[in-house]
């Protein structure tokens, strides 16, 4: 199966800093990566996904790249902002649907104002 | 609540107890997803089901069951055999095949007292 791996595993950044949080992946014919956040207490939501025909997906200060070759992808956040702050999950799925989507363990990101 | 609604939001059991968690969506997804969220370990597939009266046990099944005899619900039993209850539980659910959207419910939080 797929094994996701995700670091760091807590990361803080002062206010206005970028932030990056990368994961790997083992299963080469996963072709979805998707990445939630979790506020605490809330239920996890998506943010950004990318698919392996695309190498990088931008949406506003969000950014999400993909190196299928080394079987990683990151998240890439600019002009973070105290909102900011949350549980980061990335995933990777072979298909859509079915029991597919493997996570990662997390990263809890912190902005200092 | 997005479409997805899990009840009771926290539930205690007493040790050698079955108890039963809601999940609720009326979004029309036909696939539906228990996973399990402990701190460190990321979200845990428990249970997955892609159409109705069908489902498939994920990676850490054992000591849970499951039933979904309507497409709107997914309900998930915690049965004593599970030795380790205690923990946040997260509904999902997503179109179905080749929709990579999955929406989360809010979470029950299950502790055996």
């Known amino acids: 199966g797929e094994n996701v791996e995700q670091h760091p595993s807590t990361l803080s950044v002062q206010e206005g800093d970028s932030a990056v949080i990368k994961c790997t992946y083992s299963d080469s014919a996963s072709n979805y990566f998707p990445w939630y956040k979790q506020e605490l207490g809330k239920r996890p939501q998506l943010i950004i996904d990318?698919?392996?025909?695309?190498g990088e997906k931008k949406d506003q200060r969000i950014a999400v790249t993909l190196n299928k070759t080394a079987k990683h992808f990151s998240l890439h956040i600019t002009e973070t902002q105290p909102e900011d702050s949350a549980v980061y999950f990335c995933?990777?799925?072979?298909?859509?649907?079915?029991?597919?989507?493997?996570f990662g363990t997390g990263t809890r990101l912190t902005v200092i104002p | 609540d997005g479409g997805i609604t899990q009840s009771p939001k926290y539930l205690f059991r007493k040790e050698g107890q079955n108890v039963t968690l809601s999940c609720e969506q009326n979004?029309?997804?036909?696939?539906m997803y228990w996973y399990r969220q402990d701190p460190g370990q990321g979200l845990r597939l428990i249970y997955y089901s892609q159409i109705v009266n069908d489902f498939q046990k994920g990676d850490i099944a054992e000591g849970y069951s499951v039933s979904r005899e309507k497409k709107e619900s997914f309900p998930l039993t915690v049965t004593s055999a599970q030795k380790n209850p205690t923990a946040f539980y997260l509904c999902?659910?997503?179109?179905?095949?080749?929709?990579?959207?999955?929406?989360f419910g809010s979470g029950t939080r299950l502790t055996v007292v």
């Open positions: 979004l029309n997804h036909d696939a």
């Open positions: 990318i698919r392996s025909n695309v």
């Open positions: 995933a990777a799925s072979r298909r859509a649907g079915a029991n597919n989507l493997f």
């Open positions: 999902a659910s997503s179109v179905g095949v080749d929709n990579y959207g999955y929406t």
